[in-house]
C-alpha cells in the first residue's frame, strides 16, 4: 500500500487588516511582531508593550495579564493570531489583548505582513539595468552590470528593504531608493553641467546594496551576523572589489573614485562614514541621498500618524514634532 504524504493545510486569509481597524472594535486577526518588551506600569506590575504590523501598517498594543508567561511563546518575527479591544490612549490607538496563539509558517502568507513596493519589481529592476546599459564611460557600465547581471546579488536587490526601519524599510525599498536616486540626479545635472553623470548613476544605485546582505528580510526585517560585524558599507565595498578584480585593465583612478563615493555616502564620520565627501560627486550623492532617505521616513511618520491634532507624535529618529500640512497626501508614499 502506498504511504499517503501529508499535505499541509492552505495558509489563513486575511481579511482584517491594521488599516481596517476603528476605536472600539473588537479584533480577531492575525499579525506580524514588530517588537515586544516587557514594562511594568506604577504599581510593579508587568505588562507586555508590543507593536503589531501588516502590510498596511502598525498598532500600538498591550497585554496586561500574564505578560512575562505570554511572552515566552514567541518572539519578535513571529506572526501572531490575537484577539482584543482596539481603544484609545492618550490620543494614540491602542490594541489591548486577551488572547495570542503563534502561527506555523504554512498558515499564513507572509505578503500580508511585510510592506511591498507600490511598483513591479522585476520591471524596475530591468528599468535600473537598462539605465546602466545606457552608461556612456564602458567602464562604469561593464562594472555596473556585471553586478546587476549576478544571479544572487540580483535575487537579493530586487527584494531587500533600504532599512530596517527608518526609510524605505520595505520589500523592494533598496531597489525604490536607488531609482528615485538616480531620478534626483538628472533633476540636478542641469544645474550643475560639470558633474560626471556616470559616476553618480553608479554611485545612487550602489552607495547601500552592500544591505543584501546586511539586513535579513524574512519576517520582521533585522540584521544580519555579517551586518552587525561587518555592515553594508564594507559589505558593498568587497563585492565592487571582487567584480573590479574580473575586469581586466580597469582604471585605478576609476575605481577609487567609485569607491570612494559608497565610503563617503554618510557624509560625516560621526554617522558612520568611514571617509568625509573629496569629490564633487561624493558630495552631491551625500546629500540627494539625505535628502530622499529623511523624506521618506517623514512621509510614513505622516501616514502612521494617529493625533488628531494637526501635529504629530515626537519623531524620535529626528528629535522633532511635524506639522500635518493640508496638501500631504498619503497615496504619494513610496
Known sequence: ?????????????KVLFVRDLQPKDTVRSSFLVKSKEILQNKAGKAYLAMILADKTGEIDCRVWNDAEGLSQEFQEGDVIAVGGKLGVFQ??????????SPLAPHEYRLEDYLPQAPEDLDRLYLELVQIFSGLENSWVKQLGLALLQDPEIAERYRICPAAKTI????????????????????A???????LNRDLLVFGAAFHDFGKIYELRYEG??????????????????TL????????????KDLENH?????????????????????????????????????????QNHLMNETQSSGWTNFHKAYGTYFHKTPHFNHDSLI
Open 1 to 13: 500500500m502506498n504511504e499517503q504524504i501529508p499535505v499541509s493545510p492552505a495558509p489563513i486569509t
Open 167 to 186: 526609510h524605505h524599510a520595505f520589500i523592494g525599498g533598496l531597489l525604490c531608493h536607488s531609482l528615485q536616486l538616480i531620478k534626483l540626479v538628472d
Open 240 to 251: 565592487i572589489d571582487r567584480k573590479i578584480q574580473t575586469l581586466k585593465g580597469f582604471p
Open 188 to 194: 540636478v545635472l542641469p544645474f550643475y553641467p560639470f
Open 258 to 298: 567609485l569607491k570612494h563615493l559608497i565610503l563617503s555616502h554618510h557624509g560625516k564620520l560621526e554617522h558612520g562614514s568611514p571617509k568625509v565627501p573629496h569629490t564633487l560627486e561624493a558630495e552631491v550623492l551625500h546629500w540627494l541621498d539625505h535628502m530622499d532617505s529623511r523624506i521618506n521616513s517623514i
Open 220 to 237: 520582521k526585517v533585522g540584521y544580519t551576523d555579517e551586518g552587525r560585524l561587518v555592515g553594508h558599507i564594507a559589505i558593498g565595498l
Open 91 to 100: 490620543n494614540k490607538s491602542q490594541l489591548a489583548l486577551d488572547h495570542i
